[in-house]
Structures are given as C-alpha cells and as structure tokens.
C-alpha cells in the first residue's frame, strides 16, 4: 500500500514538473452555454433589447445574439430578422389566441416551436419530430413576470451533454420604460 502511494506522489510530481509551462487549466464554466439579457441596444431608431444564447467569450462582441422586442399591448415578442430586417412576432402570450411562429432560432440552440402548456408554461420541441443527441436545445420557456413595463422569462435549455440550465431574460417595453407604478 505504501509503495502504491508513493508511485502515485512521484507520478504527480513527474506531471507537474514536466508540464508546468505546457498544461494550462480550463474553467469549465466558460464552456457551457449562457441565456441573459445584456445591455439594450437601439436599432432602426428604437431602443431594444439583446438577449444572449451563446458560450462564454471574453469579447462579447463576438457572442451570439438577438435583438428582441417585448410588446406589452400585443402580448408578445418579437426577434429582429436580419433577412428581411423587420421585427418578426415570435411568441404571444394572450390566452384566447396563442401562437409562436415556427422553427424559432435562438442563438447557438436549435431551432424550436412552442406548445402553451398553461398560462405561464410552454413547451419547446423539435420542428422536425426528434432532436438528433449532443445539441444545444431550449426545452421550455416559463413566465416568471409579466407587467406593462417588464416581462421577465425564465429559459430552460440544455447544452449538447444533456446537461440542464436555466437563463433569464428581461425585457422592457420601453414605451412604458418611465412608467412609475407597474401593474
């Protein structure tokens, strides 16, 4: 037992002598996927939000994003669309009338509809039947708060090890953004 311990401290030394300068250590954290609302941003004269679904990089410039809209007269979302650069109703939440548009694409995650599973809840799935394994995909979106001035969601994912996290976004209808009392 003695000498088996010993063989397990010399290896250790080995490694760390050898390698001092060659083995650099990774923070794993870095490596999983991240869903936040970072700074607004105006676009075409209207001050939006930006939503990040992406990896950690130190430039966040070079992270992926959207430039998402929340319209609290409309109940609903919206996600600028470069192709057609407009704004392109994503999500609404009014009861009597729900509906998403198709194959949602949100950052490095995989395309999505959503089923509304009740007033707070809906389900993501795939377009195209089955997810294929090791991808990053949104699996519900819930909302947490919802007002004139804040809608605050709550996006449940998991990253391409089948490892599962949450994000939050926060969005402002900014037409409402001086709105003192918030109902």
Known sequence: MIKRNNFIILLYIILIGCGTNKMKGQILEFYKP?????????????????????????????????????????????KYDNESKSFQKIICFKSENFKSKEKIKLGIFHEFNLTKEDSKNFIASSPYGKYPSHIQIIKSIEILQKTKKVLILKINYQDEFEWEYFGVLVLTDYKYENLEFDE
Not at 43 to 54: A, P, Q, R, S, T
């Open 34 to 78: 991240i869903v936040i609302s970072y700074l607004p941003k105006v676009l075409n004269k209207e001050k939006v939000d930006l939503g990040i679904f992406d990896y950690f990089k130190q430039d966040t410039s070079k992270m992926k994003y959207e430039y998402l809209k929340y319209d609290s007269d409309e109940e609903s979302v919206f």
